[in-house]
Every structure is written in structure tokens, then in C-alpha cells.
């Protein structure tokens, strides 16, 4: 769940991971946004060097705890820090696939696809963001 997010993601540090996977979980929005922003503030410590795949899928990351515009704020963050990531090829040079596949679009329907799908345009970045 979100709260455990943090501290996973954290273990970067230790493992300079190639692949990161979220898989079925409840971390929805919020949860997304803290795993976003953690890699984030801490690209330049060099966990990253090696990542080139990160998927989070089956949380519901469509869905939020909050009001609309909570969701729109953690909504527009997620999207600036996705460009962050795709544009930063010092800090994530062999990152070219962002998995937010199968995330309840289809329930909450508020467009949030749309926008990860957004983030990072593949032409100018290499990188794949697949949100359907």
C-alpha cells in the first residue's frame, strides 16, 4: 500500500535495480506520486544509472483519497516528475519503458492515462509510457 512505498523503493540504493515492478497492489494515486518523487529527489545519488524498465500496475493509481483538486495537484506532479525522469539522461541514461498499464482507467475514467501517457514524449526522449 502507499505507505510501504517509500521504503521499497529506497532499496535502490542497495540494488541499482534494472527493472522496477509494482504489481497489484493498493497504493492508488498518492502511492504513485511518493515512488515518483522519491526517485526523483534522489537521481543523483546514482541508484538509477542502471534502470531501464519501471511498471506500476494494479494499484488503482487512477483512483485517489481526497478531493478533485488534490488529485489534479498530485496528477500534475506525477506528469512533471515523469518528464523529469525521461529527460534526465545523466541520472536515468538506459531508462526506456514506463509500464502504468491496467491502473482501473476504465472505472474512474478522469483522464489520468491520458496525462502519464503525456509525460514524456518518445520521440524526444526514447522512452515508452504505456497507461491504457
Known amino acids: 500500500n502507499a505507505s510501504m512505498v517509500v521504503p521499497l523503493i ?8 534494472s527493472r522496477i515492478v509494482f504489481g497489484d497492489g493498493t497504493m492508488k494515486r ?22 531501464e524498465y519501471l511498471q506500476i500496475s494494479g494499484h488503482k ?3 485517489y483519497n481526497g478531493t478533485e483538486e488534490e488529485a489534479a495537484t498530485l496528477q500534475n506532479q506525477i506528469v512533471a516528475n515523469l518528464h ?8 536515468f541514461p538506459k531508462l526506456n519503458t514506463l ?10 475514467n478522469n483522464g489520468f492515462d491520458a496525462a502519464l501517457r503525456s509525460a514524456c514524449n518518445r520521440t524526444e526522449t526514447g522512452v515508452s509510457t504505456r497507461a491504457m
Do not use: H, Q
Not at 10 to 17: Q, S
Not at 84 to 91: A, F, R
Not at 99 to 108: G, H, L, Q, W
Open 61 to 63: 493509481v487512477a483512483a
Open 10 to 17: 529506497a532499496l535502490a540504493e542497495f540494488t541499482r535495480p
Open 99 to 108: 509500464n502504468f498499464n491496467s491502473n482501473a482507467y476504465n472505472e474512474f
Open 30 to 51: 498518492e502511492g504513485m506520486a511518493a515512488v515518483i518523487r522519491w526517485m526523483v529527489e534522489n537521481r543523483a545519488k546514482g541508484y538509477f544509472m542502471d534502470l
Open 84 to 91: 523529469t525522469m525521461c529527460t534526465d539522461k545523466v541520472n
